[in-house]
Each structure stands twice: as C-alpha cells, then as structure tokens.
C-alpha cells in the first residue's frame, strides 16, 4: 500500500464564513450557515463600503449533470460588470453539441446568496436550494436550442466546501456537491428519462473576492461503474495564495469525500497533462469538442475556453486508487480583466 505525506484537514462543522477575526479559511464538509462576506472590514487593506464589497464580489451558480453518454452544463454568472449564461449539451457518443453562451447586463444574472431556500436565475436556468430539505432543483428552458431540463437533484453526499485566501481580507468560496439526480432531458423531439441510479450532477455555488486580472484552470468528471460504484473529482489550479493548505481539490467514492493537493495544468496540443507533486494525480484529458468566449473592451476582458472531453489515467490516496478510463468531463481555463 502507497503512502502518501499529504493531509489538509477537513472540519465537520461551520457556521460564518466571516467571524471577528477575519475569514474563516478551511475545508468543510458541511455548508456555511452565513455567507456574510461583506460583514469583512477592510478589503485592500482599506476600509471599504459595503456597496463596494458588494461590486467586487464575483458570484456564480453552476452544475454539470452526467447521465450515460449524455452531459450538460448549466452556468449563472455574475461579474458585476457584465453577466453570463451557458447552457450546453454534448453527446459524447455522437459527438452532437448544442451551446449557447450570452453576455448580458449583471442584473440579469440573479445568483442566490446561501442554499437554505434560494433561488439562482436567468432567463434560461433556474436552480431552487433547498439544502435543509437535501434537495436542489434545476431547470432550463433554453427555446432557440430547444433544449429543456427539469431535474431534482439530492444532496445526500459529502460536500467539498471551502474558504480559500486570496490576500488579506479577500477570499473565495465554493460548495461543491455531488448528487444523484432524477428527471427527465429533452432535446429537440427526444426525451430522455434521468434516473438516480444512472445519473451523477455536481453543483457548486461560488463566491469571491477575487483579483481584477482572475484566472484559474479547472477540470472535473464523473462516472458509475456497472457494480453501482461511483465517482468523481474536482481539480483547480487557481490564485490561492497558500494552495498547500487551501485549495479546491478533490474526489469522491461513492459520496465520501478524499482531498487532494495542488496540481498543475500542462496545456499540450489537443490534451491537457494534469498533475502534482506527490503522485497522487496523474490525468491526460484529450478534448473532444472546444467551446469559447473572447472579448475585449479596453479595461474589461475575458479570454474562456470550456472544452469537453475524456479523462485517462489515475488518482489515489493512502486508502484508494481510482483508475480513469475514457471518463466523460470538461474543463476550463478563464481568463478575465474586469
């Protein structure tokens, strides 16, 4: 049996994600009961309106629903500056893509604050929290891609939720969950029936102070194995300023959690090489399918790319070893002034 030197402890119990003494960094396993970031200070070192606070908040809602060979990812992105929504499907099969991705004006993008009994929305996606309930329900109708969605999803699974820092008094969090889901997908003509026992979603709510110049790279997958097995991953290389000890990274087996140390994306022709330090991740992703976003307006900028693709290779802990085998998945790598 490897053994590896790696640890980042993960806390069981929370409540704000600001107390009297600042950010409450850490990794958790349980949600935040206050999501009170603008309670915090002074942000740049100087005391800052709240209004302020509020406009630099960067804020978004999204999910990736897996069913057999069938993938859709679903965003509501706040910016404060501009708004975004992605709506996509792929079929890794077929290879059959319906996207859309729209820049909007920030009120449009309604991102909920907390997941006790809120609601994210656009004019494409709405996603209702009921965590007190373990419950997350999920639509979109999408009309000019004909594409609708109507799924619950439940959040019976460990979470990964974290509190990241970015320098002094700004930070980043994000509740990553794991469900199984039911409902049903139509495209077009064609309904398809999503059961719990052949469906996997992530959904990860998002917040941040984050940098005028935001960047992070990003991958993640999921897949059920024919004995009922289940797992998936998470995998961030982002502007943490102590990655060692606070980062995004994990996976999951069957629903219980396992953390991961920072890695690094090597971004080739065609793949990317995704690893880090202690040889416990070591995964080629091989893009299928590219999906793009690039602007430019002087001080405001966004250079983002979301391909789809297949993940080979293995992740593993002291206590497990996952092999990947042409698992389904995305990335992304952002790149934003704004």
């Not at 495209?187 to 990860?204: A, K, P, Q, Y």
């Not at 391909?307 to 293995?314: A, H, K, S």
Request: glycine content about 6%.
């Amino acid at each position: 049996m490897e053994v590896f030197n790696y640890h980042r402890k993960i806390q069981k119990q929370t409540n704000n994600i600001v107390d009297q003494h600042g950010f409450n960094h850490g990794a958790f396993s349980c949600e935040f009961k206050n999501l009170n970031f603008l309670d915090i200070k002074k942000v740049w070192n100087k005391k800052t309106p709240k209004w302020f606070k509020k406009f630099r908040l960067k804020e978004w809602q999204a999910f990736q629903l897996w069913h057999k060979e069938h993938f859709v990812f679903g965003a509501i992105y706040n910016a404060k500056i501009v708004g975004v929504s992605i709506v996509s499907y792929y079929n890794f099969k077929t290879g059959f893509k319906q996207h859309s991705i729209k820049t909007t004006l920030p009120f449009a993008q309604k991102v909920a604050w907390g997941l006790n009994n809120s609601r994210s929305k656009n004019n494409e996606i709405e996603i209702k929290n009921e965590i007190e309930l373990n419950r997350f329900t999920i639509k979109i109708d999408d009309r000019p891609n004909d594409l609708n969605l109507n799924i619950n999803a439940f959040h019976i699974t460990e979470p990964h939720v974290c509190c990241i820092p970015f320098g002094k008094n700004r930070a980043m969090y994000s509740h990553k969950a794991l469900m199984p889901c039911s409902g049903n997908l139509k495209i077009g003509n064609t309904t398809i029936n999503i059961g719990r026992n052949d469906s996997l979603l992530i959904l990860d709510d998002h917040k941040g102070f984050y940098p005028y110049k935001l960047k992070y790279n990003w991958a993640t997958g999921a897949w059920r194995k024919s004995d009922g097995e289940f797992y998936a991953f998470n995998l961030t290389e982002n502007q943490s300023i102590d990655s060692e000890n606070f980062n995004e990274n994990c996976f999951w087996v069957n629903g219980i959690l396992q953390v991961l140390p920072p890695v690094k994306f090597n971004f080739l022709s065609g793949k990317w090489i995704i690893t880090d330090a202690y040889g416990m991740v070591n995964l080629e992703f091989t893009i299928k399918s590219e999906n793009t976003l690039k602007s430019n307006f002087g001080l405001i900028k966004a250079n983002y790319k979301a391909p789809y693709g297949v993940f080979n290779g293995v992740i593993k802990n002291t206590k497990h070893t996952i092999r990947l085998n042409n698992v389904y998945g995305m990335g992304e790598i952002k790149r934003y002034s704004m």
